[in-house]
């Protein structure tokens, strides 16, 4: 099946670029166009798209709040941020309000890709050297954290299970991994997500960030 894709950029041309460049992936099938958030929104009980490509500097609203709008009108479309910002308080704006993705436009066409794949799986991309550079910023006052994090009272399964989750894997790698069943993976999944009262991808990233479980 393809990833059902909506495409938000105010640039005609970006747009275009974009369109060259993943109509030759056949998995991903663009089913429509925005140049502004708000038609971005009106367009998304008509499409319902899979994944919502979205650049954060919109003409009307900003990426950020689309976003927001997005989750709570389509909760399962998941969002990748296309972005030239690369700087934290846009990084972790864009995570809180519910984006399954981070992508600078100067990223290489593969990055692009993997981040509308992960995001259509359920996954959570961020781009590396990004991610690096930004969790260094987010934990610079927290080291103590890293070496021996306290993980309200996860075993250490759930532990193992926590931190491959956090690094981007899906069920079916975690299993392999670990050599246990996709099943006994979506139980300590669900444990884990009970146990730290959260309730999405994206929170578990950003408790992973917090514990240093997420490496700089």
Same mark, same amino acid.
């Not at 290489?108 to 690096?132: C, M, N, T, W």
């Given at each position: *099946?393809?990833?059902?894709?909506?495409?938000?950029d105010?640039?005609?041309?970006?747009?275009?670029?974009?369109?060259?460049?993943?109509?030759?992936?056949?998995?991903? #099938?663009?089913?429509g #166009?925005?140049?502004?958030?708000s +038609? $971005?929104?009106?367009?998304?009980?008509?499409? +319902?798209?899979?994944?919502?490509? *979205?650049? @954060?500097?919109?003409?009307d609203? !900003?990426?950020?709040?689309?976003?927001? +709008?997005?989750?709570?009108?389509?909760?399962?479309? !998941?969002?990748?941020?296309?972005?030239?910002?690369?700087?934290? #308080? /846009?990084?972790?704006?864009?995570?809180?309000?519910?984006?399954s993705? /981070?992508?600078?436009?100067?990223?290489?066409?593969?990055?692009?890709?993997?981040?509308?794949? /992960?995001?259509?799986?359920?996954?959570?991309?961020?781009?590396?050297?990004?991610?690096?550079?930004?969790?260094?910023? /987010?934990?610079?006052?927290s080291?103590?954290?890293?070496? !021996?994090?306290?993980?309200?009272?996860? =075993?250490?399964?759930?532990?193992?299970?926590?931190?491959?989750?956090?690094?981007?894997?899906?069920?079916?790698?975690?299993?392999?991994?670990? !050599?246990?069943?996709?099943? =006994?993976?979506?139980?300590?999944?669900?444990? @884990?997500?009970?146990?730290?009262?959260?309730?999405?991808?994206? #929170?578990?990233?950003?408790? $992973?960030?917090?514990?240093? @479980?997420?490496?700089?």
């Amino acid at each position: *099946m393809k990833t059902r894709l909506l495409l938000v950029d105010d640039h005609v041309v970006v747009r275009q670029g974009l369109r060259m460049l993943l109509e030759g992936e056949g998995d991903i #099938e663009i089913i429509g #166009e925005a140049d502004s958030a708000s +038609q $971005a929104l009106s367009q998304l009980t008509r499409l +319902q798209p899979d994944v919502i490509l *979205m650049d @954060i500097g919109l003409p009307d609203i !900003s990426g950020i709040d689309a976003t927001r +709008q997005i989750k709570r009108l389509l909760p399962g479309a !998941s969002v990748v941020a296309l972005t030239i910002h690369e700087d934290e #308080e /846009y990084f972790f704006k864009m995570l809180e309000a519910g984006a399954s993705g /981070y992508v600078p436009k100067r990223a290489a066409p593969e990055d692009l890709i993997s981040a509308i794949r /992960y995001a259509a799986r359920g996954e959570v991309y961020i781009y590396p050297s990004l991610a690096k550079l930004l969790v260094r910023d /987010y934990l610079g006052q927290s080291q103590p954290a890293r070496s !021996s994090p306290n993980l309200d009272g996860l =075993t250490p399964r759930e532990q193992e299970v926590l931190a491959l989750l956090a690094d981007g894997a899906s069920n079916a790698e975690i299993a392999e991994e670990l !050599s246990i069943s996709p099943n =006994t993976v979506a139980r300590h999944r669900e444990n @884990i997500m009970a146990k730290l009262n959260l309730h999405s991808r994206t #929170e578990l990233v950003k408790y $992973a960030i917090r514990k240093g @479980i997420i490496e700089a």
